[in-house]
Nanobody
């Protein structure tokens, strides 16, 4: 069955960096768009970044544009999120999600466009 396992979260200082990883199994990773989303305490789900099956055509939410970079290594079945210039408002539980084949730019923020999720990795940004 599909498994997505996130790692790399932790505590960082404002202005610091973290790199998240999401290791996938149970499906042909190189055939699906993958997305990172996050949920801060007491807030709704926020879509962070998405990348197509070949590792191009990234989408970013405005609040992370220029600070975060999404990438993937299809040979390793792994999705990454490089997070630089971290801010306290980046504190959240970060999830990776496997997109359905129909997922497109117009629909990447629709929860129904994803069929599998990881358990999440916690990122805390504080001095």
């Amino acid at each position: 069955q599909v498994q997505l396992v996130e790692s790399g979260g932790g505590l960082a200082q404002p202005g610091g960096s973290l790199r998240l990883s999401c290791t996938a199994s149970g499906f042909f990773f190189n055939q699906y768009r993958m997305t990172w989303a996050r949920q801060a305490p007491g807030k709704g789900l926020e879509w962070v970044a998405s990348i197509n099956s070949g590792g191009s055509d990234p989408y970013y939410t405005d609040s992370v544009q220029g600070r975060f970079t999404i990438s993937r290594d299809n040979a390793k079945n792994t999705l990454y999120l490089q997070m630089n210039s971290l801010k306290p408002e980046d504190t959240a539980l970060y999830y990776c999600a496997k997109g359905r084949p129909q997922l497109a730019r117009e629909t990447w923020r629709f929860r129904a466009m994803y069929d599998s999720w990881g358990q999440g990795t916690q990122v805390s940004v504080s001095s």
